[in-house]
């Protein structure tokens, strides 16, 4: 019984945005997002603008649209939300379809819907295009050492541990146990107690693994590709053409 | 290579004595010497001390009574960082060794401790990787390999320390016959010392021309391992079975 393999999230390819430096790709993505949270609610050709500025990155990065198409389902609960803010929230009242519903609502709605949609789409094409141990490296430097070294730990036993819940949970089923109703609550706990003490001792391995070549409680820095000047310059370009949107919109509203 | 009768011993345990701060003892005196270029099979039977004996030589476990010393140099606290450089232990689960994301990543986490920097770095990671046969997978996550793999990456992460000895738990365990062959075949070629660890009679008998039996926290046995392996009285005793239809006195001489 074999690990999973490949990526749920990335999509293998050679295009501009995938060889690019990680962390060029990380900053450009949380500076374009802060842009779009920065633009004022109801000018919707700003977003119009920056979904351009995005669709002609997925469009270089080669990913097929539908590709990102079906990983956006995280963001259900939030269209769940926008959909029924104009119902619950509170102010002057509209017509939409024959419905009555609140203007402030239906305008948060509207542009909850929009800049959720412009960042999950924005942080699956750098998931798309960049792989899960390049993302780490190129955040070495911008956060604390520690977060950085759990977040690799956490990307390397991922698979480890939650092959070993799926074996658990079939060698579970093979004995004809399955979770119907809360009587078997307490199954499911033990296991997961059984789960937390096989983890917890197989951490207590990996650190006697780590002694053993001389670990000191620093983790020598990952590799990581030299960023350019051009790099940044082509990577910057889609966060600084959102924040002139944002500053535009702002200016002319 | 053969065995150099004159320097000291690359690994010399003398007279350990080890209990467990629960109060059970694991080892009561063992004496156990290891020349340069000997490839010894650590036997025993479960519960014998042996991974308590392995935790010892790099100084993981403090000895109770006694002393480990690495060619000439005694196991304490301020000599740890020398000997871990000099003992290099392969545990059992090759995913409990490999944690890093990249298996180039994983094979230079330990010269990077020792301070190994740049190009250096680079090379030795190459050199053990390619003495595993792995060079090629260099770049990929550890979990995306086989477990034979992972298991030869393990003895890279290792060997890219450059060790005086190569310290090996249950290197054949889990493994299919070909990746078992396959490891034996690496380790044949390595020109290093190798004590193992091993439930495998076949594999000992196949790289190792010296065992040491270690039951119930002492050694009772060292010497010849198709001796060893053919004294069946010791076998016995010491729950060590041969599997079955397996006779050691067919098996060709080992030539090294």
């Known amino acids: ?253 | 290579m053969t065995a150099h009768p004159a320097e000291p011993p690359v690994l010399d345990v003398r007279s350990l004595a080890y209990a467990y701060p629960d109060g059970h003892q694991a080892l009561y005196g063992v004496d156990l010497a290891v020349r340069r270029g000997e490839r010894v099979a650590l036997l025993g039977p479960n519960g014998a001390g042996k991974t308590t004996l392995v935790l010892h030589l790099n100084g993981i476990l403090e000895a109770g009574h006694g002393s480990v010393q690495v060619s000439g140099m005694t196991v304490g606290k301020d000599t740890v960082a020398e000997v871990r450089r000099r003992v290099g232990l392969v545990f059992q689960d090759p995913d409990d060794q490999l944690f890093m994301p990249s298996v180039a990543d994983d094979v230079a986490f330990g010269p990077a401790n020792m301070g190994v920097k740049g190009p250096e770095l680079a090379a030795r990671v190459e050199h053990a990787l390619e003495q595993v046969g792995m060079a090629e997978f260099a770049n990929r996550p550890p979990h995306h390999l086989s477990y034979g793999q992972r298991r030869r990456v393990a003895v890279a992460t290792v060997l890219a320390m450059q060790p005086e000895i190569l310290v090996l738990d249950e290197p054949s365990s889990n493994l299919d016959p070909a990746s078992r062959r396959e490891l034996a075949d690496i380790l044949l070629a390595l020109e290093i010392t190798v004590l193992m660890v091993t439930h495998d009679l076949p594999y000992a008998l196949e790289l190792c021309p010296r065992s040491v039996v270690l039951s119930d926290g002492a050694i009772v046995a060292d010497g010849d391992t198709r001796t060893v392996l053919s004294d069946e009285q010791l076998m016995t005793a010491h729950r060590l079975e041969l599997p079955y239809g397996f006779d050691p006195s067919f098996v060709p001489r080992v030539t090294s």
């Open chain 1, 1 to 253: 019984m074999g690990a999973g393999h490949g990526h749920r999230l990335h999509y293998h390819g050679h295009s501009v945005v995938h060889r690019m430096p990680a962390q060029c790709k990380i900053v450009a993505l949380v500076l374009f997002v802060l842009a779009v949270v920065a633009t004022p609610r109801t000018q919707y050709w700003a977003y119009a603008v920056d979904a351009l500025v995005l669709g002609v990155a997925v469009n270089v990065s080669r990913v097929p649209p539908a590709y990102l198409g079906k990983r956006m389902l995280v963001e259900v609960p939030f269209v769940v939300f926008a959909l029924v803010l104009p119902f619950v929230a509170v102010g002057e009242r509209t017509e939409l379809l024959g419905v009555t519903v609140s203007q402030q609502g239906l305008e948060a709605a509207g542009s909850l819907l929009a800049k959720a949609t412009l960042g999950v789409v924005a942080a699956l094409l750098l998931a798309a295009t960049t792989e899960p141990r390049d993302i780490i490296a190129g955040l070495e430097g911008k956060l604390p050492r520690q977060l950085v070294q759990i977040m690799a730990m956490m990307v390397r036993y991922l698979d480890v541990t939650s092959d070993q819940l799926r074996r658990m949970r079939i060698a579970r089923e093979s004995r004809g146990f399955v979770a119907r109703n809360p009587r078997h609550w307490p199954v499911l706990a033990q296991g997961a107690g059984a789960f937390f003490v096989r983890s917890y001792e197989r951490g207590e391995r990996v650190h006697l693994a780590m002694l053993s070549r001389g670990y000191t409680g620093q983790l020598p820095g990952l590799r990581t590709d030299i960023a350019r000047p051009r790099d940044w310059a082509v990577a910057l370009m889609v966060p600084l053409s959102a924040s002139v949107t944002a500053a535009s919109a702002w200016l002319i509203s």
